[in-house]
């Protein structure tokens, strides 16, 4: 599930684990791009929205 990219947080509760921590320490190695991967999405949305406001990118209010 986690590496088909499902929250670990869904991915924790029906295994009974306290804590997320529980589930990644023990399933991490399955995720070995997993920090590659956020750092992509986090880039591809930097770049989708600049040229806007800081906080109101969801209305696409550009700066002049």
Known sequence: ??????????????????SIRIT????????????????DRLESLLKSNSGTKPGMSHLGAKIS
């Open 24 to 39: 990644y320490d023990l399933y991490s190695h399955l995720l070995p791009t997993a920090q590659k991967d956020a750092a």
């Open 1 to 18: 599930m986690l590496a088909a990219g499902a929250d670990i947080k869904v991915v924790s509760e029906p295994l009974c684990h306290s």
